[in-house]
């Protein structure tokens, strides 16, 4: 199965998994192929990828990239700056949206490393 970094998967994807795993391992690999077809590093993939759920308006998937993010050492001041971006775009309401989203992510990710 798919991991996240070792993170817990949310119960939904993993039901989606369990139930088709040949469509699961496919989006892996073009996961991968994506992620190695040009020279930007993990931090900069996931940041991207943050914009990209903003502009999507995908809350989930924005909270796994903040996660990811930080992982690649991302700052939350980065990842907030990456969010914002999206203002002039995608619109006002949507951006504090996934703001607030990414502060959930934060305060997840201090929780579960116990500050």
Not at 18 to 36: D, F, I, M, N, S
Not at 52 to 57: K, M, R
Request: proline letters at 4%; a neutral charge; aromatic letters at 6%.
């Amino acid at each position: 199965m798919p991991t996240d970094d070792g993170k817990k998967l949310p119960d939904t994807y993993k039901r989606f998994v369990a139930k088709y795993p040949k469509l699961a391992e496919c989006h892996e690999t073009v996961a991968r192929e994506v992620e190695q077809a040009g020279p930007l590093d993990a931090k900069t993939l996931a940041l991207i990828k943050i914009g990209i759920c903003v502009g999507g308006n995908l809350e989930s998937a924005l909270r796994s990239h903040v996660r990811r993010a930080t992982q690649a050492g991302a700052t939350e001041q980065e990842i907030e700056q990456a969010v914002l971006l999206g203002m002039n775009t995608c619109g006002f309401p949507r951006t504090v949206a996934a703001w607030s989203w990414a502060q959930v992510q934060f305060e997840r990710d201090r929780t579960e490393a116990g500050g």
